[in-house]
């Protein structure tokens, strides 16, 4: 049959199945999409100069004194004990370090301090990236300031030194992702004016002090460098942490069952005030025990070439028993 006859017969029935049957779709439309599941998490920059992970994955920890031991040793026993019940493995530990043992080599130990009421803790372990020019550093060492306050509860006290040791592993507040605080896509909402204490912490001081663009409760900064308590709620510098997600990062991809979270009311002047909450207003609780994500970002971040730090050798001139070294190296330059 000559080739144009085969055309003019053939060409009408595919024109024709075009029209009756759909075109395949190469993929559903989810993969195009598609990204790998990472966990929730931001962590501190394990690199110096941000900061450095505990090597072994051990927290080192010590007392300020006896008092302090027997008034909270057993809440750091049940934080743990919350973080292996929520899978984290029992290689991630705290050790209880005697008084001889914390005189030795302070920087490489958590000191636990009581306060009346304050909750701080030194994220991740210190970096010693600092010269001196008489070879005497003096860098502080990793605290952690911790307190028992009347109206929390046992369950809420253990969550607390639970959320505590996560800063002091490397983890980060979740809503202090800076990529969730990009403008025309923003997904907190933090009402400083809120916070308390803030009329007495703010009065006397400009508005351009408070509410410009390098002010108090704007930038986490200014809030870092002279305390104030917006740093516990502002989005920190891009160039400080670490997280696995991206400028894709939006209210889908936030672990509301973090314990690194705030609630929207904690910190607040009153018991209904609302510090943070969602951009459209939508408030939540923080939590009681780490969530699937946290667990997994500890154990990712744990895992990275950052996992295994480098220790500081006493004659690197970062150490801070460096000028110990030499005396007793018998450097006199």
Request: glycine share 6%; with cysteine; net charge negative.
């Amino acid at each position: 049959m000559p080739l144009p006859k085969m055309w003019a017969i053939f060409l009408p029935i595919l024109l024709l199945q075009l029209l009756i049957f759909p075109t395949v779709n190469a993929g559903h439309p989810e993969w195009e999409h598609a990204r790998f599941m990472l966990p929730e998490w931001l962590s501190v920059k394990p690199v110096e100069p941000w900061g450095r992970l505990w090597p072994d994955k051990t927290i080192k920890l010590c007392y300020e004194s006896e008092a302090t031991w027997r008034k909270y040793h057993k809440y750091f026993r049940s934080a743990m004990r919350l973080w292996y019940a929520a899978g984290l493995p029992e290689d991630f530990k705290v050790r209880e370090i005697g008084a001889d043992g914390c005189q030795n080599m302070p920087h490489e130990k958590l000191l636990v301090i009581d306060t009346p009421e304050l909750f701080a803790t030194d994220v991740g372990l210190p970096t010693l990236s600092y010269l001196n020019s008489n070879n005497n550093p003096n860098p502080q060492r990793p605290a952690m300031w911790v307190s028992l306050y009347y109206r929390d509860s046992e369950a809420f006290r253990v969550a607390t030194f639970a959320h505590e040791l996560a800063h002091s592993f490397g983890v980060q507040h979740e809503h202090q992702n800076p990529y969730y605080w990009i403008p025309g896509r923003q997904v907190f909402a933090f009402n400083c004016d809120q916070l308390k204490g803030f009329t007495e912490l703010t009065q006397g001081m400009s508005q351009e002090r408070i509410w410009g663009e390098n002010g108090l409760c704007k930038s986490f900064t200014a809030a870092r460098a002279v305390g104030f308590p917006s740093m516990d709620y502002l989005p920190m510098p891009f160039d400080e942490v670490m997280s696995p997600h991206g400028i894709w990062s939006n209210r889908a991809t936030v672990d509301f069952d973090s314990i690194m979270l705030y609630g929207s009311h904690l910190g607040g002047q009153f018991d209904v005030s609302v510090v943070i909450s969602l951009a459209d207003g939508t408030i939540f609780q923080e939590t009681t025990e780490p969530s699937v994500e946290d667990v997994d970002g500890l154990k990712l971040l744990y895992t990275t070439v950052y996992g295994i730090p480098l220790r500081t050798l006493y004659n690197d001139p970062r150490s801070p028993y460096f000028s110990t070294f030499r005396m007793y190296a018998g450097c006199s330059t």
